[in-house]
């Protein structure tokens, strides 16, 4: 039985994936001002030209094991300001939240609040954000398939599925205390964002899950591929997710995203979840293979390196 528990909550180091480790830039340089796109674990991914920068989820807290699942949950101002220093960010255009659980809402508010982002969620987003009284003229309602344009990136939220297991299912109906529980930010309306710009197209997909059909209309250079527990699904879920994500829209290249353990600081070595929410090596393997059959390229990405997501 501890065993059990001990051995479940070991995790695999991301440098044994070394040989998949993102090359597209040397010294994080991106040639002539293009898009580049910097990896800050989970689903939080920066991206920014000459002119604009816009991020997803935002999250930088990053609080322990227990105190996630059994604490209440309040922004670490340090981590968040440690982390926005740490990558020399202070003004954000446009901040965009794939849904409402912890690992991607809870920081969302405090980052576009520093940064002077305007904010784009669901309700459920827009109840914890005016929990931590965030300026309410800041913030957008996303609506599905309404591209949102800043600067030469144009932003368009499609209609996402939370991987199956979902923690805290439902909308947040109802104020939301500023130090919520885990079970209180409960996931609200799931997207997945395809920016387009004139270098070329990503999809941020953050949850491994899929809607048939829904991706089809938006063809992508690079998929950030969400696998959080994907490893722990079925093969046959990982073909169909690969149909409807990778294959549907067409991309060439496929980066990994939420596979670390986001109950450790950004500040430690990055490891994956540990085994007893996901298996990395089964989703890798599986990516590799697939990628392998269809020449498509893997690219694991490292925390805090700047890569060119079009290379
Ligand atoms: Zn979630």
């Known amino acids: 039985m501890i065993k059990d528990l001990l051995s479940g909550l070991t995790s695999v180091d991301p440098t044994d994936y070394r040989h998949l480790y993102d090359t597209s ?9 293009g898009v580049h796109v910097t990896f800050l674990g989970v689903s939080t991914l920066l ?3 000459d002119e604009n920068t816009i991020m ?44 409402s659980h912890v690992d991607h809402a809870l920081d969302a508010a405090e980052v576009a609040g520093r940064t002077g982002a305007s904010l784009h969620g669901s309700t459920s987003t827009r109840r914890i954000a005016e929990a931590q009284n965030f300026d309410p003229t800041r913030f957008r309602p996303i609506e599905t398939g309404q591209p ?25 109906e109802h104020p939301v205390s500023s130090s919520p529980r885990l079970t209180d930010l409960k996931t609200g309306d799931c997207y997945s964002f395809h ?34 527990a994907l490893g722990h699904q079925t ?12 294959e549907a829209t067409g991309a060439r ?20 979840l540990p085994r007893r929410f996901d298996d990395f090596e089964t989703s890798v393997r599986h990516l ?5 059959e269809t020449g498509v390229l893997l690219v694991l990405p490292q925390v805090w390196q700047r890569t060119n997501p079009f290379a």
């Open 25 to 33: 830039t040397e010294d994080g340089v991106v040639p002539g001002g």
């Open 47 to 49: 991206l920014a030209d």
């Open 56 to 99: 997803t989820d935002g999250f930088f807290s990053r609080p322990g094991l227990l105190r996630a699942r059994f604490g209440r949950l309040t922004t670490n101002r340090a981590r968040v300001a440690g982390a926005l220093a740490r990558i020399g960010l202070t003004d954000l255009d446009a901040l965009f939240v794939a849904h």
């Open 148 to 172: 949102v344009q800043v600067g030469r990136f144009t932003v368009t939220a499609i209609p996402a599925q939370h991987s199956p297991g979902d923690l805290a299912p439902g909308h947040i």
């Open 195 to 228: 920016v387009a710009h004139p270098d070329g197209a990503l999809l941020i997909h953050a949850s491994a899950n899929f809607l048939p059909g829904v991706l089809t209309p938006f063809p992508v250079d690079t998929v950030y591929l969400g696998i959080g």
């Open 235 to 246: 093969e046959e879920f990982r073909d169909a997710y690969w149909r409807e994500v990778v």
């Open 253 to 272: 290249r496929v980066v990994p995203i939420h596979w670390d353990n986001f109950t450790r600081a950004l500040t430690r070595p990055v490891r994956t």
């Open 288 to 292: 590799e293979r697939r990628c392998a």
